[in-house]
């Protein structure tokens, strides 16, 4: 029986064309996460990827790779034994109101909202009795004393309402600061999470300097990520739209059991900039 709930955490991207703060993540309960992390270790070796997986790596050469890889870290999604969520923000949807402190801040606040939200943990079933999070998180920016008050936050939401009712424990020496190199869920967090942002920022239409065509590369990703977006509409639904948030079909709890989500992070207030659009910006190359 499981006795607590590892999350892999990653983020990407935090100024993008269109979309900005991409986090990512992956949950897996105890008792299976001997098998996930084997199963992917031995799927990596087969397939002679020896160093980090990481998306920045995609080429030709390796596309037929990280597309075999991708489709064992699905297989895991399809069968319940790994929980993937993705959160971003766009840039059309501009903050108002805030304090100087939130704007310092913005990077721990938004990883802070997609701990404690994006895998609706305040949701999971209770018939297991309470259960500890660990949490491994991609190394942080900053100084050592603004990442351990961060952890410290973090550690504080099982002193939250719906995270007591949950009984969810966060002990702070259980929330790690970790190198991707030594973890494969997070290299898959990062194939994943670097994928969405490709496309999202529209990184598929880049030319190089003097070239009226894509790079070999830019392809190569490019078929990658419609191979990601393929399995992901295999585990949720063919019309799964990535540009929006995941509907939860009339019941929250679905934040939860869902195997696949994505979260468009809306502030609670804000204006609408339309040049941040695609639209926008061809209208100011005209002017």
């Known amino acids: 029986m499981s006795s607590e709930y ?5 983020e990407s991207v935090e100024k993008g064309r269109y979309f900005s703060n991409f986090y990512g993540g992956a949950l ?44 064992e870290l ?6 319940d034994k790994i929980k993937l969520r993705v959160m971003f923000r766009q840039n059309f949807h501009v903050p108002e109101n ?11 606040l938004l990883y802070y909202q997609f701990l404690k939200h994006a895998f609706g943990l305040m949701y999971r079933p209770c018939v297991e009795g309470r259960m500890s999070v660990r949490l491994y998180l991609d190394r942080l920016p ?41 973890h494969v869920l997070l290299q898959c967090v990062d194939v994943v999470l670097g994928s969405i942002q490709f496309r999202m920022n529209r990184l598929h239409e880049v030319k190089p300097t ?33 540009g929006i948030t995941t509907g939860h079909k009339g019941d929250p709890a679905n934040r939860w059991h869902h195997p696949y989500r994505h979260w468009l992070f809306k502030p609670r207030a804000y204006g609408l900039d339309y040049s941040k659009t695609r639209k926008g910006k061809k209208e100011e190359r005209k002017r």
């Open 98 to 108: 805030l304090e100087v402190s939130q704007r310092e801040n913005g990077y721990f």
């Open 28 to 71: 897996v309960e105890s008792g299976n996460l001997n098998e996930v992390r084997d199963s992917l270790s031995d799927t990596k070796s087969r397939l002679n990827l020896t160093g980090e997986a990481k998306w920045s790596k995609i080429s030709i050469a390796y596309e037929s790779k990280y597309i075999a890889l991708v489709d």
């Open 74 to 79: 699905f297989r895991l999604v399809r069968e």
């Open 6 to 10: 590892i999350i892999y955490a990653d």
């Open 142 to 182: 900053g100084t050592l004393e603004r990442r351990a008050q961060f952890r410290g936050y973090i550690s504080g939401l099982q002193n939250n309402p719906e995270f007591r009712k949950a009984r969810l424990d966060l002990p702070v020496d259980q929330i790690a600061e970790v190198v991707s190199h030594e």
């Open 210 to 242: 003097g070239s009226r065509v894509r790079g070999k590369k830019t392809r190569a990703k490019e078929r990658v990520y419609k191979h990601i977006l393929s399995r992901i509409r295999d585990v949720t639904h063919r019309n799964f739209n990535p």
